[in-house]
């Protein structure tokens, strides 16, 4: 009987982290990359609590309670400005928001 | 006995995150993504963190995605007509995440095993976080506060329709 090993959850938060990246590389819709970006957040989160619990350290739990923090900040501000991204264009898709390329 | 919960658990959050990607409909991804977040909620509990499975669930499931779900509805997204990248552009950014995770498993391959045992600790609980913030991050915590601040400031300027071209 093989027992937990911290290399699982290292390996389970490389593929949550990849699918995060595929995520935002493959969808046009910004609110999908939006949520792909918090998919990467949350798999550094794992990460951290693993070697939080390795290491018997309370200080990596901490440093998860902040992310989470400024995910929520960044999403609210986030959701807001693609609101108003959708008033002006009329569409969030992020290929026909290429004004401030030139 | 814990092996078969983390493969399960594990199998799951993988199949709800790809299914987020892979979702059509923008409404699909916000559940498969509400899902996924559960599964990471139930690997925070098998870690022992207690607190942050409390507050993984309240912030992530109670308030980010409800805010997530808001702005689908009422952008009306949830149109047939999703636009897709091309076929070329699409390979290019599977080859491309397939060879990040390659270089990243390259890196975590030649780390020697650790066994985790999370029985015993109780570094996760309530008590210990606190005592962790409120003593060593007391001034991070204080920030945030002014990081809430700023975002709630922030959403509610540029959420605001523009009535008055001052």
């Known amino acids: 009987m093989q027992s937990l090993l911290v290399n699982h959850y290292i390996i389970l938060a490389t593929i949550l982290f990849t699918i995060g990246v595929l995520g935002v590389l493959i969808r046009r819709n910004a609110i999908i990359v939006f949520m792909c970006i918090e998919l990467m957040l949350n798999a550094v989160n794992l990460l951290l609590v693993t070697f939080s619990a390795m290491h018997n350290e309370a200080g990596g739990q901490v440093f998860v309670f902040f992310i989470m923090a400024v995910a929520a900040a960044e999403v609210a501000v986030g959701l807001a400005i693609l609101v108003m991204i959708y008033r002006n264009v009329r569409s969030v898709d992020i290929n026909r928001l290429n004004r401030i390329r030139w | ?166």
């Not at chain 2, 709800?16 to 899902?35: D, F, G, N, Q, T």
């Open chain 2, 1 to 166: 006995m814990t092996l078969p919960i983390f493969y399960i658990l594990a199998m799951l959050s993988v199949f709800c995150a790809l299914m987020v990607v892979v979702a059509r409909k923008p409404v699909h991804s916000v559940l498969y993504l509400i899902a996924c977040f559960f599964t990471i909620a139930g690997h925070y509990l098998m870690l022992n963190a207690q607190f942050l499975f409390a507050v993984h669930i309240i912030v992530y499931a109670g308030a980010i995605m409800v805010l997530f779900l808001f702005v689908i509805m009422l952008l009306n997204l949830n149109l047939e007509s999703e636009p897709r990248k091309s076929v070329i552009a699409r390979v290019a950014a599977v080859s491309t995440a397939g060879l990040l995770f390659l270089v990243l498993l390259a890196a975590v391959k030649s780390a020697e095993p650790v066994i985790l045992d999370t029985s015993a600790s109780g570094v996760g609980l309530v008590r210990h976080v606190g005592l962790k913030l409120y003593n060593e991050y007391m001034m991070p915590f204080e920030v945030s506060a002014l990081l809430f601040l700023t975002a709630m400031v922030g959403a509610v300027k540029l959420g605001r329709k523009e009535a008055t071209h001052s």
